[in-house]
């Protein structure tokens, strides 16, 4: 509320006009040669605008808008003298603070004003920004490893333990589904456990065959031991085995023995 | 037999914790013993050792309890010298990455429009990249707004890297006591030289404008 | 004075040695000390330093010397307790190798060539050794077509890796099914091979052509 009736007075009472123009920014000039590393070390338009409040000693809690926005613009319009990429967030600022401004220099219905000051937000944000900013500065000041701490890594002798993948059936079954799903001429194929059958007795046969290169064909047979199922399933993996052209099956003549072995002809 | 048992446990922590390059947790320290060793046990020989390393004089190590377990660091006095052995010691951080990563570990979680809001200022990509890299910061979940912006906080590297045990341990944010304008005593006493700022100014204003 | 010095050199090196993650030439230990140690004097510390951890009971590292410089390990016998904290992911296998099992698995014997033809790509050999070295399948013989292709059929140790009894024990898996699934239920509730096997042959023999 002071503020407003100073802003209002100020107003009102150019006197100053003359000495406005002579006194103007003492702290806003800067050798030009080092503006533009000057003003990069703002890390936008609230860390200027702290920056400003804190130089002119002003209270947070009660800028003098005018001021602030004056000197805000006189920076603004350096950097973008010198074509400064963040013009955009400060330009926004610019507007903001002008408008606050306006806002303040608006008479006001008496017994809201103290709610209602056009500053309230910005400086809520000046309040969090400055805070983070120093918070910052207190991180940064921490010990770091690496930095400032060395931490313990002295050598020691590894032993492997290799562990070997897990596969589990519905792992296999998705695979396996997988390459039915891609192999398009496997359509209307159908797997079951009879075929998963015969072709492990076809794995059995030739691994047999490859230990004694030629048996007997009865001696594939364990007659005693197994049920009939399973020697037909015998059987048939003997014929597929044969039709893949994975084994020759010979016999010297009729009624002789029937002997298996290994194709190996080329 | 049983402080035989003892001293030998007390040995492999040590070792454990001398070669290992990141903090061991109770449950890694565990596993070192195929979890038959009681966990107060382990919690009770750690401080030993502690205080074993404490005692040793000269000494050049201590243990440390941080955010995800247990380590051995250098005396901090000793990293001067131990700095020099590594060139490649990590960066420092910009200002800009360090407000934006006290910004996350302050106000956590946070989307980078939270940030942006807070700095007024637009949030370099890269300075995120950055911090995730690191691992210190990391996303946590997605705000429930259009845009489902990711949501960032910091991670137990964070707090390992910065020597803390938790986000507790972080240094006190100073919190301006935000006081009604019209009541500000500051105001009053400093009031008659912002009326003269304001009068000059003013004018300038018009000029301004 | 001196040994006061000796002192904090013999520190210095010692936590030197303890933090850094690969072995420190005498060069290194130079420039802790900006080069204002003799390199003998270094060397005669450096045996102090490994004799004093030698000496000290119980004890856990021990300072050794290897190619490239200097090093602290754990003692060999404390590697086995160490090695528990990081043990070996378990692998998983690629995709390639998963369904390359599944192919040989389900249509064996079959030559590289059939697992190609099938896939659609080309087979890795390292996938072929990957499951061989884990002794999951092996050559059963070769396919008499030029080049004697091998014939890869799959072991009892896989049938005992994955807690079957035989091959039939694997899912059964139906593709496509013609028939209405009516007959298929009747197919898994009779279970009888002898059923089966018809289908087999029949199918099988369209898949052949």
Redesign the interface.
């Known amino acids: 509320m002071n503020t407003l009736i100073t802003e209002v007075k100020a107003h009102t009472e150019p006197r100053l006009h003359g000495e406005a123009i002579t006194s103007l920014p003492h702290d806003l000039y800067i050798p030009p040669d080092a503006l533009e590393v000057y003003l990069e070390t703002f890390e936008g338009p609230l860390d200027l605008l702290l920056y400003l409040i804190r130089k002119h000693n002003l209270d947070i809690l009660d800028i003098p808008m005018a001021e602030l926005t004056r000197q805000y613009m006189g920076y603004v319009e350096k950097m973008q003298a010198i074509k400064l990429e963040l013009a955009a967030d400060y330009l926004l600022m610019s507007a903001m603070l002008i408008e606050i401004k306006s806002r303040m220099l608006l008479p006001k219905p008496a017994e809201v004003e103290s709610e209602d000051d056009p500053r309230a937000e910005l400086v809520r944000r000046l309040m969090e920004y400055e805070a983070i900013k120093l918070a910052a500065q207190k991180l940064d000041e921490l010990p770091q490893v690496g930095l400032d701490l060395m931490v313990a890594n002295a050598y020691f002798e590894q032993i492997i333990q290799v562990q070997s993948a897990q596969v589990s059936m519905e792992d296999l079954l998705a695979a396996w589904q997988n390459v039915l799903k891609r192999a398009s001429h496997f359509a209307h194929h159908k797997v079951g456990k009879a075929e998963l059958s015969v072709r492990e007795h076809m794995s059995q046969i030739l691994r047999k065959l490859k230990e004694h290169n030629m048996m007997e064909f009865s001696a594939l047979f364990d007659v005693e031991n197994e049920g009939i199922p399973k020697l037909v399933v015998c059987f048939l993996a003997i014929l597929e085995l044969a039709r893949e052209g994975l084994v020759k099956i010979t016999q010297q003549e009729a009624f002789t023995p029937i002997y298996l072995h290994i194709n190996q002809s080329t | 037999m049983e402080s035989n048992n003892t001293?030998?446990i007390?040995?492999?922590l040590?070792?454990?914790?001398?070669?290992?390059?990141s903090p061991?947790s109770l449950d890694?320290l565990l596993?070192?013993?195929?979890e038959r060793v009681e966990r107060t046990t382990l919690r009770m020989l750690l401080d030993e050792i502690k205080q074993d390393w404490q005692a040793r004089k000269?000494?050049?190590?201590e243990l440390v309890q941080v955010a995800s377990g247990w380590?051995?660091?250098?005396?901090?006095e000793?990293?001067p010298?131990?700095?020099?052995?590594?060139p490649e010691?990590?960066q420092?951080?910009s200002?800009?990455a360090?407000?934006t990563?006290?910004?996350i570990?302050?106000r956590q979680p946070v989307t980078r429009g939270d940030i942006e809001e807070?700095?007024?200022?637009?949030v370099n990509p890269n300075t995120i990249r950055q911090l995730q890299e690191r691992d210190w910061i990391d996303v946590v979940g997605q705000r429930d707004v259009p845009g489902r912006p990711s949501l960032y906080a910091t991670t137990k590297t964070f707090l390992?890297?910065?020597?803390?045990k938790s986000l507790a341990d972080?240094?006190v944010?100073?919190?301006?006591v935000?006081?009604?304008?019209?009541e500000?005593d500051?105001?009053?006493e400093?009031?008659s030289?912002?009326?003269a700022?304001?009068?000059?100014?003013?004018?300038?204003?018009a000029?301004?404008n």
Do not use: H
């Open positions: 001293t030998q007390k040995t492999i040590e070792a454990a914790l001398l070669t290992s390059p061991l890694d596993r070192l013993f195929s000269p000494n050049s190590m380590r051995f660091q250098a005396l901090a000793l990293a010298f131990l700095s020099r052995l590594n010691r990590p420092r951080y200002r800009a360090m407000e990563l006290a910004i570990a302050y807070l700095r007024g200022v637009a390992d890297d910065l020597n803390l972080l240094p944010m100073e919190v301006f935000e006081q009604p304008f019209s500000s500051a105001f009053i400093t009031g030289e912002t009326v700022q304001v009068d000059f100014i003013d004018n300038s204003d000029s301004a």
